[in-house]
């Protein structure tokens, strides 16, 4: 299996190392100084879960251009740029490649296959011409659900903080082929990669999450642990959280954890700064169209009021574009 990882960043680098050290012919697209470093000096995996600090040669490159044709490819990068450069990503699939997004957020095609009144909604919030739509097609995706936390320690340095499991599965929910070969090859690589037969409620799951903590830890300056502590910041998380999760219910989405049980397992991350977070540090755009503004047009859509996710949504916006990172 030829594996193209497009976003060699945090995620997309630690499952491009993890790959290619069992074997897997796998290529790697980045840019600017994290490409450079990886082309000179290889990439460089930090983990102690895995007890590891090495680093491998790759074929980098910082665009597509004369690639060919893939039959895996891992998209890594923040939901806006998926978004940006979606006909030029069409051009390294063939007829039956395999699309796994591992992006945060509403995913743009969460209503392939999904049947009823919404079957095929486009979301204006994450694909707003319709551009993965078009070029990548549904047809091609499997969801998948990212837990690890990782970050980009220096250019072509990843250091994993913590976690191994990434969910995936069909938008059918049917156990394919293609879905059990990409399993297989992601647990052979030392991962965790259940899959789902409710992917939709496992993306929900990480979504009530992300849509709380991560616009929050923007406003706040402050870490999943501190925000999960405070009595305050903890109320407005749950009030998110209650919104998001009433979105679900109109959509017969299960939830599989309580809130306090969601808020719990962010608490025990400890002081790990969220990656929108890490991104406002960076002055890079911010994934709130995805994360969060997704979940205010499902609301209008389903005829939930959001007025929580609204007002943090707004202020989260406001502090992007104050600090020169606006909302992508």
Same mark, same amino acid.
């Given at each position: ?5 497009? &976003? ?13 050290? $069992?074997?897997? +012919? ?19 995996? #930090? ?11 790759? +074929? ?21 740029? !998926? ?21 945060? &957020? ?36 499997? =969801? ?42 992601? #647990?052979? !690589? ?7 037969? +409710?992917?939709?409620? +496992? ?23 501190? $925000? ?18 009433? #979105? ?10 309580? $809130?306090?049980?969601?808020?719990? =397992? ?45 007002? $943090? ?10 600090? &020169?990172?606006?909302?992508?």
């Amino acid at each position: 299996m030829r594996i193209c990882i497009y &976003g060699a960043g945090a995620i997309g680098g630690m499952l491009g190392f993890l790959l290619k050290r $069992i074997g897997v +012919d796998v290529t790697l697209i980045a840019r600017r100084e994290h490409y450079a470093s990886i082309k000179k000096n290889g990439l460089t995996f #930090i983990s102690t879960e895995y007890n590891i600090e090495e680093s491998l040669r790759f +074929d980098i490159f910082d665009n597509l251009e004369n690639l060919g044709k893939f039959d895996l490819v891992i998209n890594s990068l923040k939901a806006h740029s !998926a978004n940006q450069t979606a006909s030029i990503v069409s051009t390294i699939l063939h007829e039956n490649s395999i699309m796994l997004p591992t992006l945060n &957020g509403v995913p743009w095609w969460f209503f392939h296959k999904f049947g009823g009144k919404f079957d095929n909604y486009k979301l204006k919030s994450v694909d707003p011409n319709q551009s993965l739509w078009k070029n990548v097609t549904p047809s091609k995706v499997l =969801g998948c659900v990212v837990y690890p936390a990782a970050i980009i320690e220096r250019p072509g340095v990843i250091k994993h903080i913590e976690g191994k499991r990434f969910i995936i599965g069909e938008p059918d929910n049917a156990k394919s082929e293609r879905v059990s070969t990409v399993s297989d090859l992601l #647990i052979k !690589a030392g991962l965790k990669a259940p899959i789902s037969r +409710d992917i939709r409620s +496992d993306i929900w799951l990480k979504l009530i999450g992300n849509s709380s903590f991560n616009p929050l830890s923007v406003i706040t300056q402050n870490t999943l642990k501190e $925000i999960c502590e405070n009595e305050d910041t903890k109320i407005i998380i749950e009030n998110m959280m209650n919104e998001a999760i009433s #979105i679900g219910e109109k959509l017969n989405i299960k939830m599989k954890l309580t $809130i306090e049980k969601r808020i719990e =397992g962010a608490r025990n991350v400890g002081n790990h700064k969220t990656s929108t977070l890490q991104d406002y540090k960076n002055k890079r755009p911010l994934e709130l169209n995805a994360l969060i503004k997704s979940l205010i047009e499902l609301g209008e859509l389903t005829e939930v009021k959001t007025p929580t996710l609204n007002t $943090i949504y707004r202020l989260a916006k406001f502090f992007s574009e104050k600090k &020169g990172c606006p909302a992508g």
